[in-house]
């Protein structure tokens, strides 16, 4: 017996089934792994999928993540697309997939949803050199049913393009989807330092251009480690940072010389730094605010 449920918040229509009971509990740290259908809650550092009508996601999840910490860090890279309301269910469809409710069956996004978030939001993307992905391909997800999530609030493409096309709309998208900055808030900083794998404060030495995007190359030995996170030796010694993942083409701070830079980021499966935020090294209040609260701050908030 199915019961339909329609959540308060009107973020996301899901099937509610009566046997909920099939998935099991596990310990809930962000590092377990999970390779069984599972229900846990979604941690609070999961900022993309906060406030979306439930609190229990199915793990693994329809992205094939198995466990928290990986699905927190693939998770940040999408925060920025978010942010510019390209349209107004790409929460939804991100959420469906991130953080799938907890039911005895996968709830899949119905194509439409998934074509009607590319048709808005692949051009946003595609100005700031960020491809839609394979691993959003909508053909991989069913025809509208009964049994799949649609869209729920309709598009904001016309309110997004005139944003876009204004120069403040434009200055504004570039700061927030490209997470380069130099005068980004202390809060923006502390933010991405607790979502970052690795936080390090470096000089560059060379920055050069590759069919895999550009690459940012550090000095080793002119460099101060706030967070090491899952970086080896071997990856500090040759230190080369990638910008593939988010639309760093268009950002024009970082380049070679004696200025240093804040770089936090994560380690992508093939062993690549992937930056998520850069920062000019700057000496304004808040830049030294957040410096001086990194070993401070309770990231588990």
Same mark, same amino acid.
């Given at each position: 017996?199915?019961? %339909? ?12 089934? =009566? ?10 740290? =962000? ?12 941690? *609070?550092? =999961?900022?993309?999928?906060? $406030? ?12 094939? %993540? ?14 920025? =697309? ?70 729920? &609030? ?19 998208? &570039? ?58 030796? *071997? ?50 209040? $808040? ?12 990231? *588990?908030?």
């Amino acid at each position: 017996m199915v019961s %339909h449920t329609i959540f308060s918040s009107g973020m996301i229509i899901v099937l509610a089934f =009566l046997n909920f009971d099939k998935c099991r509990s596990m310990q809930e740290g =962000l590092t377990g792994r999970y390779s069984k259908p599972t229900c846990v809650n979604i941690p *609070r550092q =999961l900022s993309l999928c906060q $406030d979306i009508g439930y609190s229990r996601m199915r793990m693994p999840n329809l992205l094939d %993540h198995e466990s928290l910490s990986e699905v927190q860090t693939q998770s940040v890279s999408w925060l920025p =697309l978010v942010r510019t309301a390209c349209h107004e269910d790409v929460k939804l469809f991100l959420c469906s997939l991130f953080t799938p409710v907890c039911l005895d069956r996968p709830i899949y996004p119905c194509r439409s949803l998934c074509e009607e978030v590319k048709r808005d939001c692949e051009p946003v993307m595609s100005q700031f050199c960020f491809p839609w992905p394979e691993m959003l391909r909508c053909d991989k997800y069913p025809e509208d049913n009964n049994l799949c999530i649609t869209a729920q &609030m309709g598009n904001a493409s016309n309110a997004n393009n005139s944003a876009i096309t204004s120069n403040t709309g434009q200055e504004k998208l &570039m700061n927030v989807y490209t997470q380069c900055h130099n005068d980004a808030p202390a809060s923006l900083i502390l933010e991405y330092y607790c979502k970052a794998e690795f936080v390090i404060r470096v000089k560059i030495d060379k920055v050069r251009d590759s069919t895999d995007g550009k690459k940012y190359i550090a000095n080793k030995k002119k460099r101060k480690i706030y967070k090491k996170g899952t970086l080896k030796k *071997r990856d500090l010694n040759r230190l080369t940072f990638w910008a593939t993942e988010t639309g760093f083409c268009n950002c024009d701070i970082i380049t070679k010389g004696n200025d240093f830079y804040l770089v936090m980021g994560k380690k992508a499966k093939d062993n690549k730094l992937i930056m998520t935020f850069a920062h000019t090294w700057v000496t304004t209040k $808040d830049f030294r605010y957040a410096t001086r609260r990194f070993k401070k701050t309770d990231c *588990r908030n």
